[in-house]
């Protein structure tokens, strides 16, 4: 019985040649086994290498996988949202006019009680129901020129004060010299 055991092993020995190459290693590492621990840590460390390039392989093309697909997302829904906007009429600039509109009314209402000569010009920009109506790109020049309106109304006013402190600066300066 023991010599078919040994045949047998001496038999598939013969075939796997590999397993002969480890055994010669494993014997190999018990005679120098310095040598062989340092290769094992060389081997450790060089394989955590891989890993982690491999992970940080994985992750990076995730993650642009998925911010792909997040930005397709958002492309469809903005153009299905711009094209029902311009199908209806009805879209982001309306909802953003109206605020808008509320909000110039109320700097016009505090420029007004301010400055009583801006009391007629404010006139002219109250908005009607009308201009809700008209298509988004007339009301975003609409709004741009009421923008620029409150501005230069703004540096008007700006300017009338300073040329009040100018005048201010120069009586005080005349008064000076004639002293």
Do not use: C
């Not at 590492?29 to 460390?45: D, E, G, K, Q, Y």
């Not at 392989?57 to 997040?70: A, Y």
């Not at 129901?129 to 700006?158: F, G, H, V, Y």
């Amino acid at each position: 019985m023991p010599n078919f055991i040994d045949s047998y092993i001496n038999d598939w020995l013969e075939q796997n040649p590999s397993i002969i190459k480890v055994f010669q290693v494993v014997a190999w590492v018990t005679n120098h086994p310095l040598i062989s621990l340092a290769i094992l840590l060389f081997s450790l460390v060089i394989i955590r290498k891989l890993v982690k390039g491999l992970d940080r392989l994985f992750e990076v093309t995730g993650l642009s996988i998925i911010k792909t697909i997040f930005n397709f997302i958002w492309g469809v829904i903005t153009g299905i949202l711009v094209t029902i906007g311009k199908l209806t009429g009805w879209g982001w600039t309306k909802l953003f006019a109206r605020e808008n509109q509320s909000t110039n009314q109320e700097a016009i209402a505090l420029e007004s009680s301010e400055n009583p000569i801006d009391i007629e010009a404010s006139s002219v920009v109250v908005e009607s129901e009308e201009t809700l109506l008209l298509e988004p790109a007339k009301i975003d020049k609409q709004q741009r020129l009421l923008e620029i309106q409150t501005r230069l109304e703004s540096i008007m006013k700006e300017q009338n004060d300073l040329l009040q402190e100018v005048a201010v600066l120069l009586t005080e300066n005349s008064s000076r010299i004639e002293n």
